[in-house]
């Protein structure tokens, strides 16, 4: 532990958890990091290290119990079946199958597409209709034969922070300096800020703009090892990371006359942004307007507050692009991708400036859940 440490603990306190002990537990697992730090905060918000190791076993145990892993699938099923329900944590995904006229639901690794879901469930987390959300979902079996489904969800607990203290956590930043909460700050994400320059701090924070400022377009390209992905698959349930669109999936569904993921998410990832494939040229214009005021029309007007962040692989060297003729640092973006859409970034992060991925950069001291 350092001062800073020492300040958290005594102004942060429950708010707080050492990211070490993230690492010990998520090697061997897929579970995203906000799921991990969100078992670890029910366990190990503490600064005891007999309470720590309680905790850990605690989180462990409840990973051991309830985290499904891809070649357990018929054991969770059989699980179900025998004990007439059981708690998961699993991304759980509802979709609409209009052959049957339904919705049905299914697990990432439970191996059932047929899952009956209650109404109330998808009504109350739109999100589960547009990528999935991870969550705490009780899976009960269905003991009438008559039906065409053997499991139906009994409940389901969405894996977030209960509450924000924003007003909180606004008085607490009055006890540190700028730099003291940068630090703060880049811990939280689990890097060591000693370990980094502080031109590479401000670009690791600019990564996060798009997950707290509304409608904020941020492009990112680099090579490859950086992180540009993972920051926004891993750190927060209110972000999605995406490959390929369509307006109905991002934008507006006219058959279902909903929003799509813009208006559910926080912030819209395009992952190897160089590889999308663009097929409806409707997307990139309705795709204009909305990166330049928030909103765009689709038989009706439709605001929203999601940012949208663009990262992707500069294959060739910074060379090769500064100052040519034939290249340029936008050059891994689909062709679709015109002047018009790139004057609409907010900002551009150099990606040849972040450093490769490595255990060195990361930290064993305290920072926010």
Same mark, same amino acid.
Request: proline share 3%; aromatic share 12%.
């Given at each position: 532990?350092?001062?800073?440490? $020492? ?98 639901a299914s697990l990432e690794n439970f191996n059932s597409q047929t899952i009956a879901v209650g109404e109330k469930f998808y009504k109350e987390n739109q999100r589960l209709l ?33 509450? &924000? ?36 701090? &401000? ?67 395009? $992952? ?57 640092? &936008? ?39």
């Open positions: 532990m350092d001062k800073l440490d $020492d300040k958290l603990i005594e102004i942060f306190d429950g708010k707080i958890v050492r990211k070490d002990l993230l690492q010990r537990i998520k090697k061997g697992t897929n579970v995203p990091t906000f799921v991990l730090e969100f078992l670890l905060a029910r366990y190990c918000a503490s600064d005891d290290e007999d309470e720590i190791s309680a905790g850990l076993e605690a989180v462990l145990e409840t990973l051991s119990d309830n985290y499904v892993r891809p070649n357990e699938a018929n054991k969770a099923q059989s699980k179900v079946a025998t004990k007439g329900r059981y708690k998961f944590i699993d991304k759980v995904h509802v979709r609409y199958v209009e052959s049957k006229k339904r919705h049905w547009e990528g999935g959300i991870w969550a705490e979902v009780k899976i009960a079996f269905n003991e009438i034969e008559e039906d065409d489904y053997a499991f139906y969800i009994e409940e389901l607990r969405p894996i977030q922070l209960s509450r &924000f203290d924003f007003e909180g956590y606004k008085e607490g930043r009055k006890h540190f300096t700028r730099d003291e909460w940068m630090d703060v700050l880049l811990r939280s994400i689990g890097l060591e800020p000693s370990n980094l320059e502080s031109r590479v701090k &401000f670009h690791f924070l600019l990564r996060l703009a798009p997950l707290v400022e509304s409608n904020f377009n941020l492009v990112e390209l680099g090579p490859r090892g950086t992180g540009k992905s993972y920051s926004y698959s891993e750190f927060t349930p209110y972000s999605t990371l995406v490959s390929q669109v369509t307006v109905a999936t991002l934008f507006y569904n006219k058959q279902r006359k909903e929003s799509g993921m813009v208006g559910h998410w926080d912030t819209i990832a395009f $992952d190897e942004v160089g590889n999308m494939k663009v097929k409806d040229t409707d997307l990139t214009q309705i795709m204009k307007e909305f990166m330049a005021n928030g909103r765009f029309s689709r038989g009706k007007e439709v605001i929203a507050d999601a940012s949208m962040a663009f990262v992707g692989n500069l294959d060739l060297s910074v060379k090769q692009v500064v100052n040519s003729s034939e290249y340029d640092l &936008f050059q891994p973006l689909p062709k679709e991708f015109d002047l018009a859409i790139m004057d609409r970034f907010n900002a551009y992060l150099p990606g040849w400036e972040m450093p490769k991925n490595s255990s060195g950069f990361l930290t064993n001291n305290y920072g926010f859940i």
